[in-house]
């Protein structure tokens, strides 16, 4: 007789769009063409890779950042978040996109940025923008490899004794290579709009 009670429940992993949605396969596109080169790179983690995705030829193109800003706004609605923000400088053009949609569908989003150092003058902060005391941010970011950049956001709040929970980070594109696992180890669940898988590479 099978022991059913062995059997492993499937992971269901949570998508931000559905792959049938027109603005996927648009977005899809504007990457492929823009943003996904091939060659000998080394990445910010330090590992070297034979492509790289040039996010911000897609984030600051106007109609790049129009749909990636509308998917986010839309993902955020559906789980219930209000505040998003991210490491600079990745995550700012995903976080200014994400912020203008919110305004423009009618539900504004507060939203932030976290310097990796504090500033020389000034006030000295580490984070600029809006993030009220209590509210549960979406971190964003364009890409992700290990997840070290959504951690150093997340540190960096605390550093500035902002306390607001996270339980949920985004990004553009997962390369697959250990964010999502070493995310999961700090409590942060990784959604992505699209995964390496998604790409002929």
Not at 9 to 20: A, F, L, S
Not at 57 to 80: C, F, K, W
Not at 93 to 103: L, Q, T
Not at 136 to 155: C, M, P, Q, R, Y
């Amino acid at each position: 007789m099978t022991n059913l009670a062995a059997t492993p429940t499937p992971t269901r992993v949570e998508r931000v769009i559905d792959k049938t949605d027109p603005r996927w396969a648009r977005l899809h596109e504007i990457i492929e063409s823009q943003s996904l080169k091939r060659g000998d790179f080394i990445l910010s983690s330090g590992r070297s890779s034979k492509y790289l995705f040039q996010l911000r030829q897609t984030t600051m193109m106007p109609e790049g950042a129009t749909l990636i800003g509308d998917i986010i706004v839309d993902y955020m609605n559906r789980v219930g978040l209000d505040c998003v923000g991210g490491l600079e400088m990745g995550a700012v053009p995903v976080v200014c996109a994400a912020s203008v949609m919110s305004f423009v569908k009618g539900a504004p989003k507060n939203a932030f940025f976290v310097r990796k150092a504090a500033k020389e003058h000034g006030a000295r902060e580490r984070i600029d923008g809006y993030v009220p005391a209590g509210a549960e941010a979406l971190i964003v970011d364009d890409v992700a490899t290990s997840g070290g950049s959504i951690l150093k956001a997340i540190d960096g709040l605390k550093e500035e004794n902002i306390h607001c929970p996270i339980s949920k980070a985004l990004v553009i594109v997962d390369r697959q290579e250990g964010a999502s696992e070493n995310l999961a180890k700090a409590g942060i669940e990784l959604v992505s709009i699209f995964k390496k898988e998604d790409f002929d590479i």
